[in-house]
């Protein structure tokens, strides 16, 4: 007979004293009935050894929207959410219609989908950017730009962000994409977590276009390091950055979807139609109670536009 030695966990040296103590037994004995018994059943069920993952079929697996995010629900009780954006006629390039440097475009492709997905309460693990310019030099800038908005929430770079170029032929106008998947556990999704009775807030004001530089530098629109902040908040319900369609649009979408309906306040000090470009506003719902708790954590432009009926 070969002797093995094996090291365990206290907790499970503690347990198999125990079976020992009760049944008479020793060590020894507990540890090498136990392997019997687990062995035998891996020779008849030999799923027990793989992941429970790999064991999924496309049929168990549940599809949610939420604007520009898709949220995949496993049976393991995880989440696969995905959330993209996309930019034509902005960058450096001879016929775009609004001039920025590409670092600037990449920041705000990074920031929109990053913040789609971190809103739902997921952990983005990888960046997929697509870009529609040569490598050199309007696409390393763009990936700058996508790389330091991810660095500043601690993601690495080097381990998550994927690119492909346009090489083989010369463009005079940007366009670029990028997609962003992150994993969650179902329980913890800030999804359908809003209350009747609760105030949709704004925080940031609507930009777009060549306005989103400037209010960025005084301080006027929502960032990633907000979110960050919103995110820890317990008083926080559901957090929705918002687009394109505006903050009436956006604030519609959180109502219907806890199956409520929406009173929008017409003295709320913003424009509730105006495009909010790349994400510079992010709505949050929370009790009225808590709103100077709001106001004191964040020092963004805060206006109260609807409550939750």
Same mark, same amino acid.
């Given at each position: 007979?070969?002797?093995?030695?094996?090291?365990?966990?206290?907790?499970?040296?503690?347990?198999?004293?125990?079976?020992?103590?009760?049944?008479?037994?020793?060590?020894?004995?507990?540890?090498?009935?136990?392997?019997?018994?687990?062995?035998?059943?891996?020779?008849?069920?030999?799923?027990?050894?793989?992941?429970?993952?790999?064991?999924?079929?496309?049929?168990?697996?549940?599809?949610?929207?939420?604007?520009?995010?898709?949220?995949?629900?496993?049976?393991?009780?995880?989440?696969?959410? #995905? !959330?993209?954006?996309? +930019?034509?006629? =902005?960058?450096?390039?001879?016929?775009?219609?609004?001039?920025?440097?590409? @670092? %600037? $475009?990449?920041?705000?492709?990074?920031?929109?989908?990053?913040?789609?997905?971190?809103?739902?309460?997921?952990?983005?693990?990888?960046?997929?950017?697509?870009?529609?310019?040569?490598?050199?030099? #309007? !696409?390393?800038?763009? +990936?700058?730009? =996508?790389?330091?908005?991810?660095?500043?929430?601690?993601?690495?770079?080097? @381990? %998550? $962000?994927l690119e492909n170029t346009e090489d083989?032929?010369?463009?005079?106008?940007?366009?670029?994409?990028?997609?962003?998947?992150?994993?969650?556990?179902?329980?913890?999704?800030?999804?359908?977590? #809003?209350?009747?009775?609760?105030?949709?807030?704004?925080?940031?004001?609507?930009?777009?276009?060549?306005?989103?530089?400037?209010?960025?530098?005084?301080?006027?629109?929502?960032?990633?390091?907000?979110?960050?902040?919103?995110?820890?908040?317990?008083?926080?319900?559901?957090?929705?950055?918002?687009?394109?369609?505006?903050?009436?649009?956006?604030?519609?979408?959180m109502a219907y979807g806890v199956g409520?309906?929406?009173?929008?306040?017409?003295?709320?000090?913003?424009?509730?139609?105006?495009?909010?470009?790349?994400?510079?506003?992010?709505?949050?719902?929370?009790?009225?109670?808590?709103?100077?708790?709001?106001?004191?954590?964040?020092?963004?432009?805060?206006?109260?536009?609807?409550?939750?009926?």
């Amino acid at each position: 007979m070969d002797i093995i030695n094996v090291r365990l966990p206290p907790k499970v040296l503690a347990d198999v004293d125990n079976l020992a103590e009760k049944h008479s037994l020793t060590r020894s004995e507990v540890i090498r009935q136990s392997l019997t018994i687990y062995l035998h059943l891996i020779e008849n069920m030999g799923s027990l050894l793989r992941p429970i993952a790999f064991q999924v079929k496309p049929s168990q697996i549940s599809y949610a929207r939420r604007g520009d995010v898709s949220i995949l629900k496993m049976p393991t009780g995880h989440a696969i959410v #995905t !959330g993209s954006t996309s +930019s034509g006629a =902005v960058g450096p390039k001879e016929f775009d219609r609004v001039k920025v440097d590409g @670092q %600037v $475009l990449g920041k705000f492709l990074a920031r929109v989908a990053l913040m789609d997905v971190i809103t739902t309460g997921a952990f983005p693990l990888l960046l997929s950017l697509t870009l529609g310019v040569e490598k050199q030099s #309007t !696409g390393a800038a763009i +990936s700058e730009g =996508v790389s330091r908005e991810a660095r500043s929430i601690g993601l690495d770079p080097q @381990q %998550v $962000l994927l690119e492909n170029t346009e090489d083989n032929f010369e463009t005079v106008q940007t366009g670029a994409g990028l997609t962003v998947v992150g994993l969650a556990n179902e329980n913890e999704l800030r999804l359908g977590k #809003t209350l009747p009775g609760d105030l949709i807030v704004a925080v940031g004001r609507p930009k777009v276009g060549e306005e989103v530089i400037a209010a960025e530098a005084r301080g006027e629109i929502a960032d990633l390091r907000n979110v960050a902040q919103l995110c820890q908040c317990r008083y926080v319900h559901d957090i929705s950055a918002v687009g394109g369609f505006g903050i009436a649009s956006e604030a519609k979408m959180m109502a219907y979807g806890v199956g409520r309906q929406l009173k929008l306040w017409e003295k709320s000090g913003v424009d509730l139609n105006k495009s909010a470009g790349p994400a510079t506003v992010v709505l949050v719902t929370i009790d009225g109670e808590r709103l100077e708790d709001l106001t004191s954590l964040i020092s963004k432009p805060i206006n109260v536009i609807g409550e939750i009926l």
